[in-house]
């Protein structure tokens, strides 16, 4: 997932607010509109991927996967595909169209159109950004619960 101060702004409206004609794919926006809002995006060989679906019910039939693994409810938002990929080129992202009725060739391909069984906690973005403003995402000040909640936290 995608957020965070190095996109100021949502990343909705700064990609709506192009004035070119609009070729729209679709993506999947997580607390769209909030200050935490993030694009759904997936870690394919060291290479962080943003998908854009060109056929909005496979975006939904995703979305609907990634509730079911348990994510939060992400928000389907039509968005003009060159405003998309320019977007991912300046963040250092790849952007990669899924065509309506792609068909997977390869275990790589199926990741375009359901998610992987394992799949990174959505909230981390958030304990990152704490973990980034000095703050410990989880602490009841005494020092040795926090050590042994570590110790616990080493056998996950």
């Known amino acids: 997932m995608l957020n965070g101060p190095e996109h100021p702004g949502h990343i909705s409206e700064t990609l709506h607010a192009s004035k070119r004609p609009l070729m729209s794919v679709h993506v999947l926006l997580f607390d769209a509109g909030s200050d935490n809002e ?6 394919l060989n060291g290479t962080t991927v943003v998908l854009l ?10 979305a609907g996967l990634l509730e079911a693994q348990d994510f ?24 990669r169209f899924v065509p309506a009725g792609f068909l997977p060739q390869t275990a790589e391909d199926r990741l375009l ?24 995402p989880i602490s009841t000040g005494d020092a040795e619960l926090e ?9 996950l």
Not at 38 to 43: A, D, Q, V
Not at 76 to 94: H, K, L, N, P, T
Not at 147 to 155: I, M, T, Y
Request: glycine share 6%; hydrophobic share 30%.
């Open 113 to 136: 159109i359901a998610p992987p069984e394992k799949n990174m906690d959505v909230s981390s973005w958030r304990e990152q950004e704490a973990a980034v403003a000095g703050e410990d």
């Open 72 to 95: 939060p409810p992400p928000t389907v938002e039509a968005i003009d595909r060159r405003d998309m990929e320019e977007f991912c080129s300046s963040a250092g992202y790849e952007a």
């Open 38 to 43: 993030g694009i759904h995006s997936l870690e």
């Open 53 to 62: 679906f060109e056929d909005r019910d496979d975006a939904e039939r995703y």
């Open 147 to 155: 050590d042994f909640r570590r110790r616990l936290e080493g056998l």
